[in-house]
């Protein structure tokens, strides 16, 4: 079982940025794929971006790019988001999810394990 806990959310004004953390634990953290994806009330869960662990090879959804970078830090088994020129549309909770492959990677049934999410609110 690998356990996801996310952190860094909060309030922040358009123009702002945030870093979100993900801390996995609860077995080798070899999971080939870490991504990042959002939900806003009434909307569906879409991706945001992912990692490659092992090549460090990064994906972005084209809402995101240019404004967020996806980073980790295998020694301490967590990666990170990044966020810069925040706005109000990217107002969500923000969710750190794990899989064993590198397919499907904007797919949310395709990972394998959650966190609970962190909420990141941007005001205009």
């Known amino acids: 079982q690998v356990q996801l806990v996310e952190s860094g959310g909060g309030l922040v004004q358009a123009g702002g940025s945030l870093r979100l953390s993900c801390a996995g634990s609860?077995?080798?953290?070899?999971?080939?794929?870490m991504g990042w994806f959002r939900q806003a009330p009434g909307k569906e869960r879409e991706f945001v971006a992912a990692?490659?662990?092992?090549?460090?090879?990064?994906y972005y959804a084209d809402s995101v790019k240019g404004r967020f970078t996806i980073s980790r830090d295998n020694a301490k088994n967590t990666v990170f988001l990044h966020m810069n020129s925040l706005k109000p549309e990217d107002t969500a909770i923000y969710y750190c999810?794990?899989?064993?492959?590198?397919?499907?990677?904007?797919?949310?049934?395709?990972?394998?394990?959650w966190g609970q999410g962190t909420q990141v609110t941007v005001s205009s």
């Open positions: 999810a794990a899989k064993a492959s590198i397919t499907a990677l904007t797919t949310p049934t395709s990972y394998d394990f």
């Open positions: 609860g077995r080798t953290f070899s999971w080939y794929t």
């Open positions: 990692i490659a662990w092992s090549s460090g090879s990064a």
